[in-house]
Each structure stands twice: as C-alpha cells, then as structure tokens.
C-alpha cells in the first residue's frame, strides 16, 4: 500500500465514522481531556491525532461491526 493510498483510507474512515454517535462522542470525549492539545480541527496536526484516534476506536469496536465496515471502505479504494 503506498503512504497516498494509506492518507486516502484514513480519510475515508474518518469520514464515514463522523456519522456515527459513538464515534462522535468519543471525539468529544478525546476534546474534554485535551488529546488534540489545543489545536483547531482541521489543522495537520488535529488531522494526525484524529487518524490515530479513528485508528483506535475502529480497533476498539471491531467486534461489533468494524471488519465488515473496512472491508466495504477498502474495497472503494482497492
């Protein structure tokens, strides 16, 4: 996978999760504690911490439904 397809994927979770209330409420929580230290959403850095976070709820939730859920976003892209 090169780094452009690998940004695109991140992108594409982040997108689709903002949809979903857990997702969100998780951010929030992140907000509350100060992970995205300070930084405005949409800066590169809000950005990276986000797709670290998204990375890790996805991972959290997997049991649930996260599996299928890449599986259909990678294959968008594949």
Known sequence: M???THIIKAEANKDALRRNS???QYIQNLISIGYFKGEKEGSQ???ELETK???T???IQAPKYVLDFRAQVYSLFS
């Open 57 to 59: 709820f996805l991972d």
């Open 22 to 24: 857990e997702y969100n």
């Open 45 to 47: 850095l809000w950005s």
């Open 53 to 55: 976070a998204t990375n």
């Open 2 to 4: 090169t780094w452009y």
